[in-house]
């Protein structure tokens, strides 16, 4: 058989690097550079998350945004805690349940935020250079519906 002729067969290709491998090692990559990104305003990759996070869904408790952060509560709390003594949200208690504070940004935390996702766009435009709009929209939604393939959606908007 000649080597332009594709083989059929029932067994999956394997791509070598595994693509697992080379996602993992982006995430590295990316969360790195993220972190040297937010860091002149006292953020770290879990922070800029919870904040990127709360614009989006003003009011989550810290379990709800524990689990969408992917730390544990306690991590959660720390994360919090740090962002509001340095001003970048405000926790009040849940309308419905007392004991629930409810977590949603200050001006402050939005002004920040803004900052830190033009630095992380510049980063992102640099890493996707290859790409046009159409490749972009492409490979993100390859890359959501594997998320969803694995049972680790971004959980209920």
Same mark, same amino acid.
């Given at each position: 058989?000649? !080597? &332009?002729? %594709?083989?059929?067969?029932?067994?999956? +290709?394997?791509?070598?690097?595994?693509? @697992?491998?080379?996602?993992?090692?982006?995430?590295?990559?990316?969360?790195?550079?993220?972190?040297?990104?937010? %860091?002149?305003?006292? =953020?770290?990759?879990?922070?800029?998350?919870?904040?990127?996070? /709360?614009?989006?869904?003003?009011? /989550? !408790?810290?379990?709800?945004?524990?689990?969408?952060?992917?730390?544990?509560? +306690?991590?959660?709390?720390?994360?919090?805690? !740090?962002?509001?003594?340095?001003?970048?949200?405000?926790?009040?208690?849940? *309308?419905?349940?007392?004991?629930?504070?409810?977590? &949603?940004?200050?001006?402050?935390?939005?002004?920040?935020?803004?900052?830190?996702?033009? *630095?992380? @766009?510049?980063?992102?435009?640099?890493?996707?250079?290859?790409?046009?709009?159409? @490749?972009?929209? +492409? /490979?993100?939604?390859? =890359?959501?519906?594997?998320?969803?393939?694995?049972?680790? @959606?971004?959980?209920?908007?």
């Amino acid at each position: 058989m000649s !080597s &332009t002729v %594709a083989r059929v067969s029932s067994q999956p +290709q394997v791509i070598t690097p595994h693509i @697992g491998y080379v996602i993992g090692r982006l995430d590295r990559a990316i969360r790195r550079e993220i972190g040297a990104l937010v %860091a002149p305003f006292n =953020l770290t990759v879990p922070k800029y998350t919870a904040l990127s996070i /709360l614009r989006d869904r003003p009011g /989550l !408790s810290n379990a709800q945004l524990a689990r969408r952060t992917y730390v544990t509560p +306690q991590s959660m709390a720390e994360v919090l805690n !740090s962002l509001e003594a340095d001003g970048y949200i405000v926790r009040s208690p849940a *309308a419905n349940h007392g004991r629930v504070l409810e977590v &949603t940004l200050s001006d402050r935390g939005r002004e920040v935020l803004t900052a830190c996702d033009r *630095a992380v @766009g510049h980063m992102e435009n640099a890493m996707l250079a290859d790409l046009d709009e159409a @490749g972009r929209e +492409q /490979l993100t939604g390859a =890359l959501v519906n594997a998320v969803y393939r694995l049972g680790a @959606g971004f959980g209920p908007r």
